[in-house]
């Protein structure tokens, strides 16, 4: 069974600052997805960023990216220019390959923006 | 619209009180789901719907039934649940059970058993 560990409970960054947030995962699949979900407190969860195992190139989107190390089973996210509406649960997680469309979720990293 | 709808928002019942959660998308998707979650923990799988039938339980106990009365709409039947069991229920959508389609969830409706 597909596991995701993010080993960062908590974590801090000052406004305008980048933090980067850790993940890594451990599959027997090749082929899979993977993604970085936030969910503000007491707010709706939504998807940051996708990766497709596939594809060698990280995923970017506006203020985030990933640093996605396949060989390492690695996939942390990158936030630029932090702002406070950023302030969150984030979520790694790992969808595999089989029907269904399971996500498997990481424990998950409360991030707080520092104004 | 990318929006998955739930109600209600909040909910307190009884241990011995019937009650029912309601999920609603109109994207279209084929798949739906229900996850638990407790307070700073991710959300726990409990059923998947594709193309309206249910494809995978994850071994929930009988005290939760699921129901999906056609595509757009997902229930969730509760009878005889637990202190345990007070969570937050998301409910979540897809375009296909297969592929790398995003998971659309709702805000939640928040359940308190007394």
């Known amino acids: 069974a597909q596991t995701v560990t993010q080993s960062q409970p908590e974590m801090s960054v000052q406004e305008a600052e980048t933090v980067t947030l850790s993940c890594t995962y451990d599959t027997s699949e090749s082929d899979y997805y993977l993604f970085w979900y936030k969910q503000p407190p007491s707010r709706q969860m939504i998807l940051v960023i996708r990766?497709?195992?596939?594809?060698?190139q990280n995923a970017t989107e506006n203020r985030f990216s990933v640093n996605f190390q396949k060989a390492a089973k690695s996939f942390s996210l990158k936030i630029s220019d932090s702002q406070l509406g950023d302030a969150a649960m984030y979520f790694c997680a790992y969808r595999t390959m089989e029907y269904g469309n399971k996500l498997v979720f990481g424990a998950g990293t409360i991030l707080r923006v520092k104004s | 619209d990318t929006e998955v709808t739930q109600t209600p928002k909040h909910l307190v019942m009884g241990m011995t009180n019937k009650k029912s959660l309601k999920c609603e998308q109109h994207?279209?998707?084929?798949?739906m789901y229900w996850y638990k979650q407790k307070a700073k923990k991710p959300p726990e799988l409990m059923f998947v719907y594709s193309y309206e039938k249910l494809s995978i339980n994850e071994s929930v106990p009988s005290r939760f039934s699921p129901e999906c009365p056609n595509s757009s709409l997902l229930n969730l039947h509760l009878h005889a649940l637990q202190p345990e069991d007070s969570a937050l229920y998301l409910c979540a959508s897809s375009q296909d059970p297969i592929g790398g389609y995003e998971q659309y969830f709702g805000p939640g409706t928040r359940l308190t058993v007394t």
């Open positions: 994207m279209g998707h084929r798949a």
């Open positions: 990766q497709e195992a596939y594809k060698q």
